[in-house]
């Protein structure tokens, strides 16, 4: 088949109808003040990061074998909407296309993230249709709704995505833990769900090494605006979020493989040792924290 009809976009069809979705809006927080700033070295900053972000993105949609790809994204500046149509929706209500639009998306944050830049969105289900010129549907319209009403840097689910999300639990007798995508998501104390973008330092542990250098990469970005917003208190909180976050993980990461005994497998040991360091990559928030003062 020719190359040309490779990784077509799966919305095509005549006439042009609704395709059953999951459908991903994010944009960069903080996008408006970063580019009022308007000189040289920001549009470098800004342009070196999405550039890498989308590139790698769109690599991954090259890499498919498939003459239809799996999903279809469009991006305008900070931008990115990400539409993944569900093969067979009433089979298994999406659950190997949210699996890999949680991937996708993990992957978008986690680079951005190490460069500065934090997003924030929604994720929706429903019946959406994308091409050249158009993206449409509810499912866009509720994850734009909920990127505008979500303060915190991260992707959050709509009530028809946690809908969606508990047709896959009960697929496993009502066993969250057995779902595809357990991992890659986490609740908030708000209730609401979200993407755990940091576990993709964990893709190659436990067979293979945490990747500490993201962590790191992360903390100190996450640091960097906890300091420069300290006297803004609705942007700090914001990164506060973030911070808190960050702590979880590395402490749950901790939590789930604690030091073992003298008598344990080495193997198992030195695993389990190696999860322990990434405790030395938390946060100290409460150093942050803007504390009351004298008047001078």
Wanted: with cysteine; net charge positive; hydrophobic share 35%.
């Amino acid at each position: 088949m020719s190359k040309k009809l490779k990784n077509k976009n799966p919305y095509l069809n005549k006439p042009k109808t609704l395709v059953t979705s999951f459908v991903c809006h994010s944009d960069i927080l903080g996008y408006k003040e970063f580019a009022s700033k308007s000189n040289n070295r920001s549009l470098q900053k800004l342009e070196k990061a999405l550039k890498n972000s989308y590139q790698e993105m769109l690599k991954y949609k090259a890499s498919l074998e498939d003459d239809y790809a799996k999903f279809e994204m469009k991006t305008f500046t900070d931008n990115v909407v990400v539409g993944f149509p569900i093969r067979k929706p009433k089979w298994n209500h999406g659950e190997p296309e949210l699996v890999d639009l949680l991937w996708l998306i993990s992957r978008l944050q986690i680079s951005l993230a190490i460069e500065g830049f934090f997003i924030r969105g929604g994720i929706a289900y429903g019946k959406c249709y994308m091409d050249e010129n158009i993206v449409f549907g509810k499912p866009f319209v509720d994850a734009v709704q909920l990127d505008k009403t979500n303060g915190a840097p991260r992707i959050v689910f709509s009530k028809s995505a946690r809908k969606a999300m508990e047709e896959h639990i009960k697929c496993y007798n009502g066993l969250v833990y057995n779902t595809l995508h357990y991992h890659e998501l986490l609740k908030g104390a708000d209730g609401e769900y979200f993407v755990n973008y940091l576990a993709e330092s964990l893709i190659a542990f436990p067979d293979g090494p945490i990747f500490f250098d993201l962590i790191d990469a992360h903390k100190r970005e996450v640091e960097k605006n906890l300091t420069e917003y300290r006297g803004r208190a609705d942007v700090f909180a914001k990164y506060e979020w973030a911070a808190s976050y960050h702590n979880f993980f590395c402490k749950d990461i901790a939590k789930r493989y604690p030091p073992l005994g003298h008598d344990a497998d080495p193997e198992q040991m030195s695993k389990h040792e190696h999860a322990q360091k990434i405790l030395d990559y938390t946060i100290d928030l409460i150093s942050f924290i803007p504390t009351p003062s004298r008047l001078e």
